[in-house]
């Protein structure tokens, strides 16, 4: 079974959409790591705020493909369900503060799995196989320190929030790069539209 960002690589002319959040995460990331005294209230909210951001560029990226691309309901799906959990986490502050940490991991957990498996589906075909390999191993590695972290540690906390933003940012733009059109297909897009 195909992953279903494999389906889209080089068929979307949207692919700077995934782009966008990319460049926004890694400052994000920066800046939760130079800010450890940032109260760890105004860390869930503006994760959940990040969580409602990558929803909508999830739904933006499956309403603009082509319907005849099997997985774009991936997309839709994925899209729903973060915008889904961000408002509803939003609406109590103090919950989302206990379980973030937990919910996080098992989002790392589950790209990390994904991204190993798209390494491993792609290895003949891809030259960049490697850094989906990378990614995946390293996501696994995030996921199991977010499930070990206490939620007295705010400081180690921060460090791995700060830490999963600046790697989740660059993995964003290496996908964006994957998803980018060929030339020959940029030149028939434009022909098409001529």
């Known amino acids: 079974m195909k992953n279903p960002e494999q389906i889209f690589w080089g068929k979307t002319h949207y692919w700077w959409i995934l782009l966008l959040p990319g460049i926004i995460l890694i400052p994000c990331g920066c800046w939760f790591l130079f800010s450890p005294t940032v109260g760890y209230f105004t860390v869930t909210t503006i994760l959940l705020w990040m969580l409602i951001l990558i929803g909508i560029t999830q739904l933006i990226m499956a309403f603009n493909t082509s319907r005849k691309l099997h997985g774009w309901g991936w997309w839709l799906a994925g899209g729903i369900i973060d915008v889904f959990i961000g408002f509803m986490m939003l609406s109590n502050i103090g919950f989302s503060a206990m379980i973030l940490p937990y919910f996080f991991a098992f989002v790392f957990l589950y790209k990390g799995v994904g991204n190993l498996i798209s390494a491993f589906v792609s290895m003949?075909?891809?030259?960049?196989?490697?850094?989906?390999?990378?990614?995946?191993?390293?996501?696994?590695?995030?996921?199991?320190?977010?499930?070990?972290?206490p939620f007295s540690a705010m400081i180690a906390i921060d460090f791995l929030i700060g830490?999963?933003?600046?790697?989740?940012?660059?993995?964003?733009?290496?996908?964006?790069?994957?998803?980018?059109?060929?030339?020959e297909q940029e030149s028939e897009h434009k022909t098409d539209v001529a």
Do not use: C, Q
Not at 163 to 181: E, K, N
């Open 124 to 149: 003949s075909h891809r030259s960049t196989w490697w850094l989906y390999l990378i990614n995946g191993l390293l996501l696994l590695i995030l996921s199991t320190l977010f499930f070990m972290s």
């Open 163 to 183: 830490t999963a933003f600046i790697y989740w940012g660059i993995s964003l733009i290496f996908g964006a790069m994957d998803l980018r059109p060929e030339k």
